[in-house]
């Protein structure tokens, strides 16, 4: 009995593509993954092209694929299926997001990946909505500002959702903002409801749905939960029409709906210098 086509994630846990493109272009070049999860068991993923439905890649820093590091591209384009989350928050090159490429360089970027690739196999994310201060008393500001230009560049682009999420108050990142001499400020839900209808409502006025990933947003006009890993998407996207997973991943949690998928990254070593707000961890 032939073994079920996966769907393989790279990754959620850590961004590959931006820091560690030479590490990912060898495991797909030998065809195997050495994965090291949250618990610290060490797994072994075969990545034979043959055994992958579909090729997911999360990033924000899309350069290194772009630009063929590594043979990063050739050996990506070397799987059927390939399905690009580019997470574009605005906040990137400023105190929140410093080692992330700014706005104008991530959508230049997403023009690239849309180019090469289709506007079907691009998932934008505007995740996460943040709120914070520079200092105590200081303005509120927020990322909320750039997302009129993020929906223009996706209607240009043929790019009809848009996935997002209010931040979470994740410990570590607490530590980073306070570190930074920032304050990290957390809307009531009155006013995430408030706020999400004005985004939804900009964003029905041009064709594009929300997305909600794993916060559930019943009710609101225009918004639907993710799946951020789609496995229907997937079996639609697939060139030989080919099945792959569709049911619920069991590994993740509850409130996400995401098709299940064999993650080949690791929270260890984690981004050199993560955005203030991840609940990651440092690079060792």
Known sequence: MNEPLRIVSASRRTD??????????????????????PFGRLTSVDLNPRRVHTLALWSKN?????ADRFSLRRRVEGYQNLFF??????????????S?????????QLRALVSL???????????????YRKGPGAPLRSNLEFFPTLLDQACSLGIRAIVFSFAQPYSRGKRRFSKAGMEWVF????????????????????????LSCAQPREGVENVSSS??????LFNTLH???????????????????CSQAVEIGSYAPGCPRPCLYCYGSLKT
């Not at 799946?227 to 229907?232: E, K, Q, T, W």
Request: charged share 25%; aromatic share 6%.
């Open 16 to 37: 590959l593509t931006a820091w560690f493109p030479e590490q990912l272009s060898g495991m797909l070049g030998a065809e195997r993954a050495e994965v090291r999860g």
């Open 62 to 66: 899309f350069e290194p694929l772009l």
């Open 85 to 98: 989350l580019f997470t574009i928050t605005g906040l990137g090159g400023g105190e929140v997001e410093p």
């Open 100 to 108: 992330v490429p700014s706005p104008s360089q991530a959508l230049e």
């Open 117 to 131: 690739y289709g506007p079907e196999r691009v998932r934008l994310r505007f995740d996460p909505v943040l709120f």
């Open 187 to 210: 809307p009531s839900p009155e006013e995430e409801l408030s706020t999400l209808k004005t985004l939804a409502t900009m964003a029905g006025g041009r064709g594009v749905t929300l």
């Open 227 to 232: 799946r951020c890993l789609d496995g229907d």
């Open 239 to 257: 060139p030989q029409g080919l099945r792959g997973p569709t049911s619920k991943d069991p590994g993740q949690r509850r409130e996400c709906l």
